[in-house]
């Protein structure tokens, strides 16, 4: 089944640390997308991708990082600049009117 | 600028009955869709119905219908006979196919509808 894999479901990350949440898509999909939503909020997008070895920032993509090397697997860093990263985080991937969300990663620093 | 408005932070809506969720949008390009998603409280999303700038029918999927009047920019979702499965966060989104810079997907604040009995 075509789809997007996000992982982990649950992620910790102790104040300080970098972590990688995977966003990978087996539906051939060119545009991909990250967002972030804090509890009773909207989605606020942080990166997102046209085109392999291409991405833009989004509205909020200060302290976070991206790379898309392969056209199925858009990886979002979590750098230790990001300074409330507490949040669930959502990869989504478009092609014109299809599109598909992952489930999501809910990120929790201690 | 807010490019993506809903007004209704909050519904309600007796079970069997009809209702409108509102969304207008703001953009300069020709050449656009806009989406409607459903969040339950476990968090996924889950797309509803598409609707493109060009389409002249109005978008239906199910007891899922899209008031589109371009005119105002208002793109408005129309849940038919409510069920209790229904109550959940919805969102409205609008990606513009505009440019290579602009081609991003942005979503507004979300309307909490709540089904009752």
């Known amino acids: 089944d075509g789809g997007i894999t996000q992982s982990p479901k649950y992620l910790f990350r102790k104040e300080g640390q970098n972590v990688t949440l995977s966003c990978e898509q087996n539906?051939?999909?060119?545009?991909m997308y990250w967002y972030r939503q804090d509890p009773g909020q909207g989605l606020r997008l942080i990166y997102y991708?046209?085109?392999?070895?291409?991405?833009q920032k989004g509205d909020i993509a200060e302290g976070y990082s991206v790379s898309r090397e392969k056209k199925e697997s858009f990886p979002l860093t979590v750098t230790s600049a990001q300074k409330n990263p507490t949040a669930f985080y959502l990869c989504?991937?478009?092609?014109?009117?299809?599109?598909?969300f992952g489930p999501g990663t809910r990120l929790t620093v201690l | 600028a807010q490019k993506i408005t809903q007004t209704q932070p909050g519904m309600f809506v007796q079970e069997k009955e009809a209702v409108t969720l509102d969304c207008t949008y703001d953009?300069?390009?020709?050449?656009?869709?806009l989406f409607w998603y459903k969040q339950p409280s476990s968090g996924e999303m889950i797309f509803l119905i598409y609707?493109?700038?060009?389409?002249?029918q109005n978008a239906t999927e199910g007891r899922y219908s899209l008031n589109f009047q371009k005119a105002r920019k208002s793109a408005n979702l129309v849940i038919s006979a409510s069920q209790l499965g229904d109550s959940a966060m919805y969102f409205c989104?609008?990606?513009?196919?505009?440019?290579?810079?602009?081609?991003?997907?942005?979503f507004g604040t979300g309307t909490r509808l709540q089904v009752f009995p």
């Open positions: 989504a991937s478009i092609q014109g009117g299809e599109q598909f």
């Open positions: 539906l051939n999909h060119d545009a």
């Open positions: 991708s046209q085109i392999v070895n291409d991405f």
């Open positions: 953009t300069s390009d020709q050449s656009y869709g």
């Open positions: 609707q493109g700038s060009y389409d002249e």
């Open positions: 989104a609008m990606r513009e196919f505009g440019s290579y810079n602009t081609d991003k997907l942005i």
